[in-house]
């Protein structure tokens, strides 16, 4: 094989390896942010719980407060009561009493209701807490693991690069320019040309560049796309299998050659 190709063909492997430790490299960072972001959506549902508990209590100290500012009307009420004048004095004491008790009864239905909340509240903040704790462990399980990752990736792009300059070091300045342009154009510059085409752009070449090809001694471009190609063997398609000969059918005789069997005398 051509030095330059043989060269190339692994400078290729090495580079998308080295892009391939890169963007996960790169997209570590994204995924421990994602983690977060989830441990945050936790933390928030915790603060939210603690947030109603709280809430639940400062309404049910209003509303005992409450009691207790009606309790007094009711018992300033009933004191003015015994020195009023007139029916109508004391019929509108009563019904201020009335109204406060009332609104006493409303106070005691509400702090009823806020209690049974509470307890769903409670035991939501418990649920919530225990989610975020689990949370926890499994964030800084995956960030261990993304920090070890990481520095198993850079270890072998250290290695990699060092390839890679070994490897460009040897091919020739021509073949080299137009690895690198084709790299930046396309993506891929290497391309194996198979069933006399090529792989990446599924152009067929011509007969004489197919043979040419085949014997990996050039660098030959793809007269389409401008990817280097080469040619593996080992994906050659295997011969197709002998044919069977076919087995000749015995002749039958003819009518002519058939003995007719005498008749038996009656």
């Given at each position: ?143 261990a693991e993304a920090r070890t990752r990481t520095a198993e990736d850079q ?112």
């Amino acid at each position: 094989m051509n030095p330059d190709l043989e060269r190339l063909i692994e400078l290729e492997r090495v580079d998308r390896e080295i892009a391939r430790l890169n963007d996960e490299i790169a997209a570590l960072p994204r995924r421990v942010s994602a983690i977060e972001e989830k441990l945050a959506d936790d933390k928030a549902a915790v603060e939210h719980a603690r947030t109603a508990i709280k809430n639940n209590e400062a309404g049910r100290r209003k509303q005992e407060a409450d009691i207790q500012t009606f309790q007094q009307q009711i018992i300033k009420y009933r004191g003015q009561s015994s020195s009023v004048k007139t029916n109508d004095e004391y019929r509108a004491l009563m019904h201020e009493v009335e109204f406060a008790e009332k609104q006493i009864s409303g106070c005691e239905d509400k702090i009823l209701e806020l209690m049974i909340a509470l307890e769903n509240e409670e035991k939501s903040l418990k649920t919530a807490e225990a989610q975020m704790k689990l949370e926890v462990i499994e964030v800084e399980k995956e960030k261990a693991e993304a920090r070890t990752r990481t520095a198993e990736d850079q270890k072998l792009l250290v290695g990699l690069n060092a390839r890679r300059e070994q490897l460009r070091s040897g091919v020739g300045d021509s073949a080299l320019a137009h690895y690198d342009r084709v790299l930046r154009q396309r993506k891929t510059a290497m391309a194996e040309a198979r069933d006399q085409k090529c792989t990446a752009c599924f152009v067929m070449v011509r007969p004489q560049t197919w043979e040419d090809i085949r014997t990996n001694e050039q660098i030959i471009t793809c007269s389409t796309c401008g990817r280097i190609l080469f040619y593996d063997p080992a994906n050659e398609p295997p011969p197709p299998p002998p044919e069977t000969p076919k087995k000749k059918a015995k002749a039958q005789p003819s009518p002519a050659e058939v003995e007719t069997e005498p008749t038996p005398a009656q």
